[in-house]
């Protein structure tokens, strides 16, 4: 089954030797093409998800790919990673047509690949998950030692030596997870790494890290794809830019840094897009209080959190990943259950512990992992959608699929949902549809309580403002919000108070307009992803 | 919506980057247009969902097959229509006691769970019912006891699992073996014959030329379906079987549902325990033995996923009416059961890997997601 001269003839180097992050093969030249497509074409049921796609890599470049939502960036790169064949249209791969028939001839190709859905295995420990797969062997038994060691190596060069080796994932946070992701696959030998949205979990510090990676790894001629929404990173780290439009290249090859965003923007979507906040409304006079938390402890976690959200506010919490901000949103709702400190909505108390006592007190919660803690990826989106609240829909316990559909088309036409069919299954939307349909599932029914994690992770810039303005919306109609986001602008944009969490305490509360972005990072930089996982 | 953009050359932003730019023809960033809306496909039957239809249709395919092998082999029977009417009732018949107790098994399993103890809680049932005190109180007396045996043991196996923790294969065998024992301590090991003849006439008699025990089959198969696509139990069953943590985050209470399905597999035990009971006229502990394996083994050929969150009544049904099929077709052609348990076995392993077939993409994604390269 295994092909162990292969991985003797290629595989890293031995223990002992001082290997570098990712060795480069040796006849790489840099600016040489390595990678052009042609024409590709690839269909899913229904849907032309690439339409004539056109893109050219060198190597030592990172080339960004952007477009919109289902625009056909994944899809783009799992052909290239070997997940999906293409209908028609060529890959050149090195100056030679080439078709991978499988992940694994992508990869032995020197394609490596972080997939904007994690893929790791829960039960496998950090280091069994970076090899998984091409385990370093000795007469086909594993060599553990050897295996720690590499993986310690790469975790230190990806700034997180914290994370053991031997940590079970599952027991990792979601940006812990990601450093492991990227870690499988820095430990391939490959000329070119393929990074679908890899900083929609990463903290700010996190983002520049992996810059930091990803400059060494062009460095040695290595060539980067780099997908991402934020195009302030498109214009750090890119080097040159190719534009999706509904499976089509509409730009090709654009410098990364000078071209205006108004060009770019208007080629991923067509018009032109401001990206912009939604005005606040003048200050009323403040609605009733809504949510209000006493004391709130978990121990590990975060401690004597206080907090309050009065109705039609928006109250944004910033924080590291790790500051235990997911956790106190997950305690509020009941999720886990507090230690201490007491949770009330309109002035009554919730049972701890109990996310039916929430939810019947008015609580919604989009949470932070959507394949993992809110997508039934099988059933349809309106399904989906309509999760929490199809009982409403409901008379004498049958339900109403008409009405929910109709509920679920309104939902996704605010949101901009491609494609606008609600009877698909879920798992065929792409990354920031499917973030879409987990948000708008709060956004039906009386929900009085919004709590938001990571609202917009993976969401595109058009949708992004939609989904601001439907946000700022709800408040306007009496919803308390509480959001919480790794992105300092988004919290200072939407929110109207923010609290600032550090190591599991909430260390400063002031309205957004008091606040900058250089002054919250400040506080809230220090501490590390490790801090929030359960030991 | 417009984007007709120039081609832009590149400008390259490195020295060792030579400026080259693949030719993209204007013309060819024309609107794509809202080309990927709408165009799914609709479900065949709604709340089914499509690739469950599909599948559907090709146990349909197998079930022809099955006939075809039978007319082949017995072109004389399958030439006299009255005999081809009265064997399907008898596949019906024979299909109707495993049908009753598999509609349980299967929203057990999309709920993702199992339940391993249905042959004993269907022993337990039928000689709770049997015994001389309850069958004093006459025919409604012993349906009533059977029905409330079912459910009772059920919602013990819920609660163990749903409160208790207990992993469901290892509570409903341990269910599996005690009620086994209660019924063999009740009835003393001792046959118990029914003196009810209504009890009896359930299986004895027909109704429009009918036999009463298929009206029941298709009764509960009729109300699995409904319950299973149109109602919010079915919905919280999907729901906490396919993502059980979302659906905790919906605001389902997961541990609840969970209880009331074993409790549903209960109810659909204690209703087949009375129609077994009614086909012997009789009861005693070994009976409806390995009747958990049939039901489990209909519903996964059914298209049901051991993983929970997926499965359809229909193709339960299915699963059963072609394991019926299987036995009638060895029956009239004199073969062995050795012989037959020896083609279910086959023809389990062959459904199973149709679905594979059937979702490939699933598996490719599955592939890519367990072994990154060669194993
Ligand atoms: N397995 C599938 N079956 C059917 N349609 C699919 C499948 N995978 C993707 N699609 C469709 O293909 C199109 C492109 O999706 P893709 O995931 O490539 O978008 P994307 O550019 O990565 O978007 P995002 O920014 O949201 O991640 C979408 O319309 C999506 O619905
Ligand atoms: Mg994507």
């Known amino acids: 089954m295994a092909q162990p001269e292969e991985i003797a003839a290629t595989g890293p180097a031995d223990a002992g030797t001082q290997a570098p992050l990712v060795e480069a093969p040796a006849d790489t030249v840099a600016g040489e093409v390595v990678l052009r497509l042609t024409d590709l074409v690839k269909t899913f049921p229904g849907v032309r998800a690439l339409d004539g796609v056109q893109l050219e890599v060198r190597a030592g470049e990172v080339h960004c790919l952007l477009g919109q939502n289902g625009a056909g960036k994944s899809t783009l790169i799992k052909v290239l990673a070997g997940v999906h064949q293409p209908d028609s249209g060529q890959v050149e791969w090195r100056g030679e047509p080439i078709t991978f028939a499988n992940p694994q001839a992508a990869m032995r190709a020197g394609i490596a690949t972080i997939y904007q859905e994690l893929d790791l295995v829960d039960d496998l420990s950090v280091g069994e998950n970076a090899f998984l797969g091409h385990e370093p062997r000795r007469m086909g038994f594993v060599r553990r030692g050897h295996m720690a060691r590499r993986t310690r190596q790469i975790l230190g060069r990806l700034g997180h030596g914290e994370i053991p080796p031997g940590r079970m994932v599952r027991a990792l946070p979601a940006a812990g997870k990601q450093i492991v992701s990227m870690a499988r696959a820095l430990s391939h030998e490959a000329r070119l790494i393929i990074m679908d949205e890899p900083s929609a979990v990463l903290a700010h510090d996190e983002v520049g890290n992996l810059f930091r990676i990803i400059r060494e790894l062009t460095a040695q001629g290595i060539a980067v794809i780099y997908i991402s929404h934020r195009l302030e990173e498109i214009r750090e780290i890119g080097d040159r830019v190719t534009v999706l439009k509904d499976g089509r290249t509409t730009a090709a090859n654009l410098p990364a840094r000078d071209t205006p965003t108004r060009d770019l923007v208007s080629r991923m979507t067509g018009r032109s897009i401001e990206y912009v906040f939604p005005e606040r409304p003048a200050a009323g006079p403040a609605g009733a209080e809504l949510l209000q938390v006493d004391g709130l402890t978990r121990s590990g976690e975060f401690a004597d959190v206080s907090l309050d959200v009065r109705a039609g506010e928006i109250v944004g919490i910033a924080g590291l990943v790790g500051s235990g901000r997911s956790e106190l949103l997950e305690t509020i709702y009941g999720a886990r259950p507090a230690e201490a400190g007491t949770v009330r909505m309109a002035g009554k108390a919730l049972r701890a512990g109990s996310v039916g006592a929430a939810v019947r007190a008015g609580m919604g919660m989009a949470p932070e992992e959507r394949k993992s803690q809110a997508l039934l990826l099988g059933e349809p989106i309106y399904r989906n959608v309509t999760l929490a609240t199809f009982g409403r829909y409901a008379r004498f316990g049958f339900t109403n699929a008409g009405a929910e559909e109709a509920e679920a088309d309104r939902i996704a036409e605010s949101l901009e949902l491609r494609p606008r069919d609600v009877r698909r299954p879920v798992r065929t939307l792409s990354g920031g549809n499917q973030q879409k349909v987990v948000v708008g599932r709060w956004l039906l029914g009386d929900t009085k309580l919004l709590l938001l994690d990571e609202p917009t992770r993976g969401v595109d810039i058009g949708a992004r403002a939609e989904l601001y303005q439907v946000i700022r919306g709800l408040a306007a109609r009496g919803v308390g919000v509480l959001l919480v986001s790794s992105e300092v602008p988004e919290v200072l944009g939407l929110a109207d108070r923010v609290l600032v969490m550090r190591e599991g305490r909430v260390i400063r509360e002031a309205p957004a307009g008091e606040l900058d972005e250089n002054t919250v990072l400040d506080l809230v930089m220090a501490g590390s992803l490790m801090e929030g996982a359960p030991a | ?375």
């Open chain 2, 1 to 375: 919506m417009s984007d007709a953009t120039p081609t832009p050359t590149a400008t390259p932003e490195r020295p060792q980057l030579p400026a080259q730019s693949p030719p993209v023809d204007p013309a060819e960033t024309a609107v794509a247009g809202d080309k990927a809306a709408s165009t799914g496909k609709l479900s065949w039957w709604r709340g089914d969902g499509g690739e469950g239809a599909k599948r559907n249709l090709g146990l349909i395919g197998v079930l022809a097959a099955l006939i075809a092998v039978g007319a082949i082999t017995k072109p004389d029977l399958y030439g006299d229509p009255t005999w081809v009417w009265n064997n399907v009732l008898a596949i019906l018949q024979l299909a109707s006691v495993v049908g009753v107790v598999t509609v349980g098994m299967t929203f057990v399993i999309i709920g993702g769970g199992i339940d391993l103890s249905v042959g004993a809680i269907v022993a337990l049932a039928g000689v709770w019912c049997t015994t001389v005190a309850t069958q004093s109180y006459g025919a409604g007396g012993m349906i009533f006891a059977a029905i409330a045996v079912g459910i009772c043991v059920g919602l013990v196996n819920g609660v163990l699992i749903s409160y208790g923790r207990l992993v469901p294969f290892i509570a409903t065998l341990a269910m599996l073996v005690a009620a086994r024992g209660l019924a063999a301590q009740i009835s003393n090991k001792q046959t118990q014959v029914s003196t009810s003849t209504v009890i009896n006439d359930i299986a004895a008699r027909k109704v429009l030329g009918i036999p009463i025990l298929v009206y029941i089959l298709g009764a509960v198969v009729l109300a699995g379906w409904v319950l299973l696509n149109r109602t919010t139990f079915g919905r919280r069953t999907i729901a906490v079987g396919g993502n059980p943590e979302a659906a905790r985050l919906a605001g389902i209470n997961v541990r609840r549902h969970t209880m009331l399905l074993y409790a549903l597999s209960g109810l659909c035990c204690g209703i087949a325990a009375i129609m077994l009971t009614s086909q012997a006229t009789s009861a005693q502990a070994a009976m409806a033995n390995l009747y958990e394996l049939d039901a489990i083994a209909a519903a996964i050929i059914g298209g049901t996923l051991l993983s929970g969150g997926r499965g359809t009544i229909v193709g339960s049904l299915l699963g059963v009416i072609i394991f019926a099929t299987i036995t009638n077709l060895f029956a009239i052609n004199g073969l062995s059961i050795e012989a037959q348990n020896m083609v279910k076995g086959g023809i389990i392993v062959a459904a199973v890997l149709v679905q594979q077939f059937q979702f490939k993409s699933f598996t490719r994604l599955l592939a890519r997601n367990r072994l990154t390269t060669t194993p």
